[in-house]
């Protein structure tokens, strides 16, 4: 009797603790939209908690719509990173009515990220056509090429490209803005934080070496991709893509359109065409029939991959021995 007594006690103080020591010290919930962010968010968490990630599976965030368990997580968030309105529209919204407690990184706002406005011209438009009144591009005469997609008209904040995960140095850029900002929100484990940083840029820096290397080879070589979402890639490799089979990723496009870019894979001697996990492979097979052009696999989003710290440096790495292998003429 006396010692159930006792034990009664020591179950109250025990209570009494676990009460009041959770919310003394509870850990931020911290979400990240989309795999490759979750990965940079996870890289420089490494060792505390894991973000929540918002995007799962093979979706594409151009056309996501929000699940119960993604609204949840919003709702109890202290820190919410995404790209921004460019990339997952979907999110907009709901992080303005759920994430109200949340402080939010739009990390294409980020300092150091370096943007670009989506490509137009001969083969080259926009993600989203429909408001724009481009569709005449399309049809201009063949002295057009090389200089076409690199050419922009006053693009409006919105034409932004929002892939900007896919140049590592924006990369680098995203892991400082990351790390700022869980030393504001978890200022107690800021030391691992730092040091978590520092170490994600040295290897980010590696990583960009090491896809240097790999693309040399195949610098300039001709190529199309499904969607506009290689450009931040290209950019930093010296990469020549000429033009998307799809304008926006969420249309398929039309049978003008596949013809068209048949010809220009036919005039250019593009030596490959690449598809992404999410499309129809049998699109890509009616542009390449009766070419030369190889048909390669791109995923800029890693949904094949396990989220966490390392899928960010797998992704990249899988992009650049996929380009090589479809790139090189002697494949
Ligand atoms: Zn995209």
């Known amino acids: 009797m006396y010692a159930t007594k006792r034990a009664a006690s020591i179950c109250a103080t025990l209570l009494a603790v676990l009460a009041t020591a959770p919310a003394a010290q509870a850990d931020p919930e911290i979400i990240a939209s989309i795999k490759p962010i979750h990965s940079l968010v996870a890289g420089v968490m490494e060792g505390d908690l894991a973000p929540k990630l918002v995007v799962e599976g093979a979706a594409s965030p151009h056309t996501y ?116 900002a869980l030393i504001t929100a978890d200022p107690e484990h800021a030391p691992l934080y730092a040091a978590n940083a520092q170490s994600m840029h040295e290897r980010i820096e590696a990583l960009s070496t090491e896809i240097d290397a790999i693309l040399t080879p195949v610098r300039g070589q001709p190529f199309f991709v499904f969607h506009d979402a290689y450009h931040y890639m290209e950019q930093r490799y010296g990469l020549a893509a000429a033009g998307s089979i799809t304008l926006t990723p969420d249309l398929s496009p039309g049978a003008g359109r596949i013809r068209d870019i048949r010809n220009k894979v036919r005039e250019l001697g593009a030596t490959c065409v690449f598809t992404e996990p999410q499309f129809p492979t049998s699109l890509v097979d009616v542009v390449t029939a009766n070419t030369a052009a190889k048909t390669g696999l791109l995923d800029p989003l890693g949904t094949s991959l396990l989220a966490g710290p390392d899928l960010y440096f797998t992704l990249m790495r899988n992009m650049a021995t996929a380009m090589r292998a479809c790139l090189s003429r002697d494949g």
Do not use: C
Request: glycine fraction near 8%.
């Open 65 to 180: 719509s929000l699940r119960p368990s993604g609204a949840r997580a919003l709702g109890r968030a202290d820190l919410i990173f995404w790209v921004g309105h460019n990339l997952e529209p979907f999110l907009e919204k709901p992080i303005k009515s759920l994430g109200t407690g949340a402080t939010v990184v739009t990390l294409m706002d980020a300092p150091g990220v370096r943007t670009l406005a989506y490509r137009e011209g001969t083969t080259f438009e926009g993600h989203d056509h429909a408001k724009d009144d481009h569709a005449d591009e399309k049809h201009e005469e063949s002295d057009h090429n090389d200089d076409d997609h690199d050419k922009h008209d006053d693009h409006a904040d919105g034409d932004l490209d929002g892939h900007i995960w896919l140049d590592p140095v924006n990369a680098q850029a995203m892991v400082r803005a990351i790390a700022d």
